[in-house]
C-alpha cells in the first residue's frame, strides 16, 4: 500500500504544477482548448511513464558523469516517437500543438522525475511516481483547459454548449480566456484555493518584516 | 586461448566501475545507438501515413482557396466542378502531358534526376536547386473562356522549404489569391504567412507590368502600389522568399512560356 502513495500523492499533495510550480510553460500554450490539453497531457504521461521506467531500469549502469546527457537522450527520443505518431494518427491536432510537443523535452517536470525518483528507485515505484505525476499535470491541464475553452469560445472539445453572440445566441466569448495571460490567472485562483484546503502547502515566508521600537529616524 | 563469448564480454562490461572510461564510452554510445534506431524506425514506419494526412491537407487549402474566390462558387455552379481540370504539364516542352495527375507526386519528382533539370546559378533566385520537369496546373475554363489558373509555387525560406498555391484570373495577370500549402517558417513570425489574413491580401494584386516584367512582390512594410503587398513585421526573410518563388516560378525557367502558350490559346488539350 506504501508504493502507491507514490501515485494519488502526486495528484494533489505534491502535485508538479500547483505545488512545485514545474511545466508552467505548456500549460499556458496548450490549455486553449479541451482537445489540445488532453492531447498533450497524454503524450506527456507517455514519455514521461517509459522515460521512467527505461532510465530507473538502467540506472545503476548510467555513468555518473553523463548521467544528465543520457536522461535527455532517451526523453528526446521518446518525444520525437510521440511527435511521429501525433502526426500520423491525430493531424488536425498535431497542427494545433506545433511546436509544444517538441517542447516536452524541455518539460522541467519530465527531467525533474528522471533525475529526483527514477535515478534512486526501482522501475515499479518510478513507474507509479511517473504515472501519478503525469495524472497529477493532467488534471491541472484539463481544469484550466475547461475553464478556458467554456468561457473563451463557449465549447467543450469542440462542440457548442453556450451559443454564442455571433450565432445568434446570449453568451459573450471572453476573447482574454484565449490569451496566455489568463491561464496565469486560473493557475493562481487553483493554487490559492488548493492551500486553503491544504494549509500544509503553504510555505514560510523567507522574509519577515518586523519593527524595531527602538529605531530613531537618521 | 582469449574468451570469444559475447554474453561474458557483456557480463564484464556490466561489473566495470561506472566512472571507468571504457563504461563510459559504451554506455554512450549504446544508448545513443539504441535510441536513433527507435526514432528511425518510427519514422520510417509513420511516413506514409503522415504523407496521406499531408496529401489530404493540400487538397483541403486547394479546396478552401477555391471557395474563398470571389464569383468562384457561381462560376463553379453554372459550368459545374468537372470544367476544373487538373492537368499535368511538361514544362521543357510547354505540353500538356497524358500523365494522371490524381497520383502525381510533384515533389518527388523535383528531387528525380530523371524527372528534373538542375536550375542554371543564375536563374536560380528561389533557392531550389532542381525544377521538377512536370507540374500539376489546375484550369478553370467556362465556355472556351479561361477563367482559372492555379499554379503550385516553391521557394527556400529562411529556415524551410514553402511551397504555395497561386491562382491567376482569365487575363494572366490578375492575382486570384494565394494559398500557403507548407512551410515550416518561425513560428509567430515567418509562419504568420498562413494566416487568412496575409493571404487576403493578394487577391487584385497585378503580377507584371506593361513590359512583361515580373513586379509582383512582398515589401517590408506598406504596399504601395498594385505590384506589392504588405510585408509581416520580423519576417522580411519569409516575405522575400514569396517574393522569389513568384519571380522564380513566373518566369521564364518556370511557368513563363506556359502562361504564353495560354495567352494565345494555344495550349492544345
Known amino acids: 500500500m506504501r508504493a502507491l502513495r507514490h501515485l494519488y500523492s502526486p495528484i494533489i499533495d505534491q502535485n508538479p504544477i500547483t505545488l512545485q510550480i514545474l511545466g508552467i510553460c505548456s500549460a499556458l500554450a496548450v490549455t486553449t482548448s479541451m482537445t489540445t490539453s488532453a492531447v498533450m497531457a497524454v503524450a506527456l504521461i507517455a514519455v514521461l511513464v517509459i522515460s521512467s521506467l527505461v532510465i530507473s531500469a538502467i540506472r545503476r549502469h548510467i555513468p555518473n558523469t553523463i548521467r544528465l546527457i543520457v536522461q535527455i537522450t532517451i526523453i528526446a527520443s521518446l518525444v520525437i516517437v510521440a511527435d511521429q505518431l501525433i502526426q500520423a494518427f491525430a493531424f488536425n491536432v498535431s497542427q494545433r500543438l506545433s511546436i509544444f510537443v517538441g517542447l516536452i523535452v524541455t518539460n522541467c517536470l519530465v527531467l525533474g522525475r528522471a533525475e529526483a525518483f527514477a535515478m534512486q528507485n526501482p522501475p515499479g515505484p518510478a513507474l507509479l511516481d511517473a504515472l501519478g505525476n503525469g495524472l497529477g499535470y493532467s488534471l491541472i491541464l484539463l481544469i484550466v483547459g475547461f475553464i478556458r475553452e467554456l468561457l473563451g469560445a463557449g465549447t467543450l472539445f469542440g462542440f457548442t454548449v453556450f451559443v454564442s453572440i455571433y450565432d445568434g445566441g446570449w453568451f459573450t466569448p471572453l476573447n482574454f480566456m484565449l490569451l496566455a495571460p489568463s491561464a496565469f490567472f486560473i493557475l493562481g485562483l487553483l493554487i490559492w484555493g488548493i492551500r486553503t484546503f491544504r494549509p500544509a502547502q503553504i510555505e514560510p515566508p523567507d522574509y519577515k518584516i518586523t519593527i524595531d521600537p527602538n529605531r530613531r529616524a537618521p | ?269
Request: charged content about 20%.
Open chain 2, 1 to 269: 586461448m582469449p574468451d570469444l563469448n559475447p554474453i561474458s564480454w557483456w557480463l564484464k562490461l556490466l561489473a566495470l566501475p561506472n566512472e571507468s572510461r571504457t563504461k563510459t564510452l559504451a554506455v554512450a554510445f549504446l544508448v545513443s545507438g539504441v535510441c536513433a534506431l527507435v526514432v528511425s524506425s518510427a519514422a520510417v514506419i509513420l511516413e506514409p501515413l503522415q504523407e496521406a494526412n499531408r496529401a489530404a491537407e493540400r487538397q483541403a487549402r486547394l479546396e478552401a482557396m477555391m471557395a474563398a474566390m470571389p464569383g468562384m462558387a457561381d462560376i463553379l455552379s453554372e459550368s459545374g466542378a468537372d470544367r476544373l481540370e487538373s492537368v499535368v504539364v511538361d514544362l521543357n516542352k510547354t505540353a500538356v502531358t497524358d500523365i494522371d495527375p490524381a497520383g502525381f507526386d510533384m515533389r518527388a519528382a523535383a528531387t528525380d534526376p530523371e524527372t528534373s533539370t538542375p536550375i542554371p546559378p543564375e536563374a536560380d533566385v528561389a533557392g531550389l536547386g532542381r525544377r521538377t520537369n512536370y507540374a500539376v496546373v489546375h484550369i478553370l475554363r467556362s465556355g472556351d473562356a479561361l477563367r482559372l489558373v492555379i499554379l503550385p509555387i516553391s521557394a527556400a525560406g529562411y529556415q524551410s522549404t514553402i511551397h504555395a498555391n497561386l491562382a491567376l484570373q482569365g487575363d494572366l495577370n490578375t492575382v486570384a489569391g494565394l494559398s500557403i500549402v507548407e512551410q515550416g517558417e518561425t513560428p509567430g513570425l515567418g509562419a504568420r504567412i498562413e494566416e487568412p489574413a496575409w493571404q487576403a491580401l493578394w487577391p487584385g494584386k497585378k503580377l507584371a507590368n506593361a513590359e512583361g516584367e515580373i513586379r509582383l512582390s512582398v515589401v517590408r512594410g506598406r504596399a504601395t502600389n498594385e505590384y506589392e503587398v504588405d510585408g509581416i513585421t520580423g519576417a522580411t526573410r519569409t516575405g522575400n522568399a514569396v517574393t522569389e518563388a513568384v519571380q522564380f516560378w513566373l518566369g521564364d525557367f518556370g511557368y513563363g512560356p506556359l502562361l504564353d502558350k495560354l495567352r494565345a490559346g494555344a495550349l492544345d488539350q
